[in-house]
């Protein structure tokens, strides 16, 4: 029996009986991908790019990836960029980008496996990536407007009040969130192990004030919600099952509107805050990039990972919300240029911003569902 909150599992498209069609060939490359241990997200997010893909062929009577032409992913390419939502918007450029990347990469295993004799996508331009700043950021009281909105005297306001002071403190992506297992976090050590996207683990502190909340909902409400055998998830639905991504980011964006501060998002929006509010504290963009876990940034790659005592020592010398007003000053390693430093923090905040526009797309998707 799924899960509460679970998607049902789409219908395979295509005809599933061709051994050499699209639907047989796409089952194929995902269970390739499985077994190379990519992680379910990026293999959910290939299906969708070639189901998509693999309807708008069979509309056009392409069954087979041996039917496939240079001229035919161009079509297809005009035809995401014309392609109107349901509410009547067009298809962001990430968006497009990353569809036609699936693709592009579902031809490039077909002609390694020699299912194709040649790839048709090998030239296939795709569009450029816009690099926004995201729109929103809260200011340090419009954050704790938020944080505040939650009512600790309720169970699940307790809850709710350590996951705010989580994102508030880590900006953690929501699926790190709802990932995160109860021995992850060393309250001794101020610390919390994140298991990011592709699998790639990495340890971030956490603040003195996040890891009371936590410690009171572990202590108080936790234990009451709890359904046997215990898996270890850390943040739990009120029936005592794992949070859901979408739930989660529906959740947060209850309390984001209840503040009132003219600002719209959902759990993205701690993630770009934290990230604003440390570099205007003085952190270098490198100490953030680990923070948020981006592995590769264009201007901040040459630089090597900083160790978790240095980084824990500018995230309580630059993040505001701590238990003490005013926290010994650490010392840090000198800042960067003024010029790099600007160019540094451009470009994660561009990152960030894409990242906001595919958590926003998801939880539409979520919304329109339910």
């Known amino acids: 029996m799924p899960k509460r909150g679970s998607r049902k599992p789409k219908a395979i498209v295509g005809d599933v009986t061709d051994p050499r069609g699209m639907a047989r060939l796409s089952s194929a490359h995902l269970e390739w991908m499985r077994v190379q241990n990519y992680s379910e997200q990026t293999v959910a997010g290939r299906e969708k790019h070639l189901r998509r893909f693999t309807l708008w062929c069979e509309d056009r009577g392409i069954t087979r990836p041996t039917d496939v032409t240079k001229p035919i992913l161009e079509r297809y390419a005009r035809w995401l960029y014309h392609h ?112 990011g996207k592709g699998k790639k683990d990495r340890m971030i502190p956490i603040g003195d004030r996040a890891l009371a909340w936590m410690e009171k909902y572990l202590n108080e409400v936790r234990p009451s919600i709890v359904v046997e055998p215990d898996d270890g998830w850390l ?45 205007e504290g003085g952190a270098d963009v490198r100490y953030i990039q680990q923070m948020l876990g981006h592995s590769r940034l264009e201007t901040t790659e040459v630089y090597t990972h900083v160790s978790i005592r240095t980084l824990k020592a500018v995230h309580s010398a630059t993040h505001p919300a701590h238990l003490q007003r005013s926290p010994p000053e650490p010392k840090l390693l000198p800042p960067a240029t003024t010029v790099d430093q600007r160019h540094d923090a451009s470009e994660l905040l561009s990152t960030l911003a894409a990242e906001a526009a595919e958590e926003s797309a998801s939880l539409a998707a979520f919304h329109h569902s339910a």
């Open 235 to 279: 943040f739990l639905t009120g029936e005592g099952t794992q949070l859901q991504p979408d739930h989660l980011s529906s959740l947060v964006k209850r309390y984001v509107e209840a503040a009132n501060t003219g600002k719209t998002g959902a759990c993205h929006l701690f993630r770009h805050t934290m990230a604003t509010l440390m570099l």
């Open 84 to 195: 109107r939502k349901e509410d009547g918007r067009p298809l962001s450029f990430g968006s497009q980008y990353g569809q036609l990347m699936g693709v592009r990469m579902f031809f490039r295993w077909l002609a390694r496996q020699n299912h194709i004799l040649s790839n048709p996508a090998s030239e296939l331009e795709l569009p450029r990536r816009e690099k926004r700043l995201p729109r929103h950021v809260l200011t340090i009281s419009e954050a704790e407007a938020v944080i505040n909105q939650s009512n600790p005297n309720e169970a699940l306001g307790l809850r709710d009040r350590a996951i705010l002071e989580t994102f508030y403190s880590t900006g953690m992506r929501r699926m790190e969130l709802v990932n995160l297992k109860i021995f992850d976090v060393d309250f001794d050590r101020g610390t919390v192990l994140i298991h």
